[in-house]
């Protein structure tokens, strides 16, 4: 009996070992799986892969051998220090130089190896187009002495917009009245999928200025001008690219921008000196250190203002040329540890002997120059950042992407349902006396934006992008027969039945990026717009004024004369113009809630302080302010 109870005792044990030892490979698998060690994709074109321990590895310097930077299983660290020992100082140079591909030439990759490259214009033709594009020039960034690939980027406010067929959303200020962070970054993360299909990892967004001149062109670029909320809405967009909290395979770099704030801007005009004081600098930096706190891995000083109120250099150097706003309020009292990319610019050696990392607008006949006059332990620090950022990046394994597959992604009918439902989250109602439902009624449709595709977008994208006009969408939905249209020539009005008619006018500025239609110095509607609402209602005709606003406009007499009026903002050649005409025509809710304030007259916009939030006394209409309508057409006058 005694032998049998040892036996059993022996069993259970034993089974016990065993319990536990497959906990442990489990837990070790589990661990392993979700470790940065995880076995990465592997593709190459040009260098030859190496096979260790069942392993694949690329031999980017050709030599037949696995050196530190080339093992995947180290940190990102310890391959940037091994890539820096085997690197000349042109080499470490050109990994700072970010050139603009107009003309690109082949050996600007292949032969001296520069580190980023804006698209731009360069790839607008199409996704397929775009991403044989990126492949062919990696190929050739691979093929160099040390095959360190390149990073593309895109100046991306508002989706993967310099490409032809790719989803392009509302401008953030559009954004910024949905209220939404959660569809932030949801279009985020749709710019990132988009993005990532045509090879470009590095997003010159989010902006994170607040509105608070509203002169300025900028405006619309903008999350509003209420720091906390702007703060939350970059936070979601760096999330929504970087994938995650940290810099992995799948992420878009985000390049938040512009440093300090470029929303003060001095009477309006872009370009003249940023305006703080010590309380509003404070104000417009909590945005930065969000995103600081959010992880973010580059932040872009302005590079067309300067900032006096910081002293020393500031006082007559751009932002981005200046060591007291890059090194002495950006990395010393900010502490940020990531890239400082330059805005575009002339003066590369000053900017980075002042702190920049990244050098905007550099080209290939900079890397001599740079070379010679840069001290070597500032290029080795901005190359280091660089190269750890690729490492993480997962590029040195695989920068390639599928032509085919991109095709798919880019302009895809569930991106363009999200850009839809953005755009009518942020379509805000201000005045509704009782327009009745258009349904079946005859329209009158005026002024030349109605026809106008471009200006559903700010300038921020590439030219003749795919889309329709509200005029378009607005025939469809009501049907050509009931639709009259007059671009502003108000005498053909007397030919129009417009006692049995409704009013769809469409005012506001054109497309524009740096230097708004109007000129900074003016917030009021032209003659001839002004002209059309004051001729519609003399004659009684019910009017729904459709404003297409990059900045806070004048609207006193608009709203006056107006039976409804809708704020669109800028809600994106994409899906703008299906959202406007869904909204008039009962089919969505506008719940949309004004992110700044609109005066009542210029002189209110120029008694207000270039650099406060909310300092227009007894405004139009105050931040937050919107209608909230289930159904357009229903509400009772």
Request: glycine share 8%.
């Amino acid at each position: 009996m005694e032998l049998l109870k040892k036996i059993k005792y022996q069993i259970a044990f034993i089974f016990f070992l065993i319990l536990l030892l497959t906990v442990y490979v489990n837990a070790y698998a589990n661990d392993k799986a979700d470790s940065p060690l995880s076995i990465p994709v592997i593709k190459n074109t040009v260098a030859p892969l190496l096979k260790i321990d069942g392993l694949e590895f690329k031999d980017l310097n050709k030599n037949g051998k696995l050196d530190p930077y080339e093992d995947w299983r180290l940190s990102p660290e310890e391959r940037s220090e091994d890539l820096l020992s085997r690197m000349t100082i042109e080499e470490k140079v050109a990994q700072m130089v970010h050139l603009t591909l107009f003309e690109p030439q082949e050996s600007w990759f292949s032969d001296l190896n520069v580190g980023f490259a804006l698209v731009y214009t360069y790839l607008m033709e199409g996704p397929l187009q775009a991403a044989e594009a990126t492949n062919e020039f990696q190929k050739l960034s691979e093929s160099s002495r040390l095959g360190i690939p390149v990073i593309f980027s895109m100046d991306s406010v508002n989706g993967a917009s310099w490409v032809h067929g790719a989803t392009i959303f509302p401008d953030q200020l559009g954004l910024a009245a949905t209220g939404d962070v959660n569809l932030v970054k949801q279009l985020a993360d749709l710019q990132r999928e988009e993005m990532l299909a045509i090879g470009v990892r590095m997003s010159l967004s989010p902006v994170a200025d607040l509105a608070t001149e509203p002169r300025w062109g900028r405006f619309q670029e903008c999350f509003g001008e209420e720091s906390s909320q702007a703060a939350g809405m970059v936070v979601a967009a760096i999330e929504g690219l970087h994938n995650g909290e940290e810099l992995n395979p799948e992420s878009v770099l985000a390049c938040v921008k512009h440093f300090p704030g470029a929303g003060p801007q001095k009477e309006g005009k872009d370009g003249s000196p940023l305006v703080f004081d010590e309380d509003s600098l404070e104000m417009h930096l909590s945005v930065f250190k969000r995103a600081i706190e959010a992880g973010v891995a580059a932040i872009m000083p302005y590079g067309y203002s300067t900032v006096p109120f910081l002293g020393g250099d500031a006082i007559e150097k751009t932002a981005h040329e200046s060591s007291a706003v890059m090194k002495g309020l950006l990395r010393d009292k900010l502490g940020f540890k990531g890239l400082i990319q330059t805005d575009w610019g002339m003066h590369h050696v000053v900017s980075a002997l002042s702190g920049a990392d990244v050098l905007g607008g550099a080209g290939p006949r900079q890397i001599q120059k740079l070379a010679e006059e840069l001290p070597v332990e500032k290029v080795d620090e901005s190359a280091r950042r660089i190269l750890n950022v690729k490492f993480k990046m997962g590029l040195f394994e695989n920068p390639y992407v599928n032509p085919e597959k991109a095709v798919q992604v880019l302009g895809s009918e569930k991106n363009k349902t999200l850009a839809l439902k953005a755009a009518s989250k942020s379509l805000t109602l201000i005045k509704d006396k009782g327009v009745p439902a258009l349904t079946d009624k005859n329209l009158i449709i005026a002024g030349k934006l109605a026809e106008d595709v471009e200006a559903l977008s700010s300038g921020w994208k590439a030219p003749d992008s795919p889309g329709r006009s509200i005029l378009q969408v607005l025939q469809e939905k009501a049907g050509a027969d009931k639709v009259a249209y007059i671009a502003d020539d108000t005498s053909r009005l007397d030919e129009i039945d417009c006692d049995n008619s409704i009013a769809i006018v469409v005012i506001g500025e054109e497309t524009c990026t740096h230097e708004p239609a109007w000129g900074s110095k003016n917030l009021e509607f032209p003659a001839e717009q002004m002209e059309l609402v004051r001729k519609l209602n003399s004659k009684g005709v019910p009017i729904v004024t459709v404003v297409l606003l990059g900045r806070p406009y004048v609207m006193t007499e608009l709203v006056e004369l107006s039976d409804a009026v809708i704020i669109a903002y800028r809600p994106g050649v994409s899906m703008g113009a299906e959202a406007i005409a869904s909204a008039l025509f009962g089919e969505s809710p506008l719940d949309g809630k004004l992110p700044m304030q609109l005066p009542r007259s210029m002189e209110q916009v120029e008694s207000q302080r270039e650099d406060l939030s909310g300092d227009i006394d007894d405004p139009l209409f105050d931040r937050g302010f919107g209608l909230d309508v289930d159904s357009f057409g229903t509400v009772a006058e």
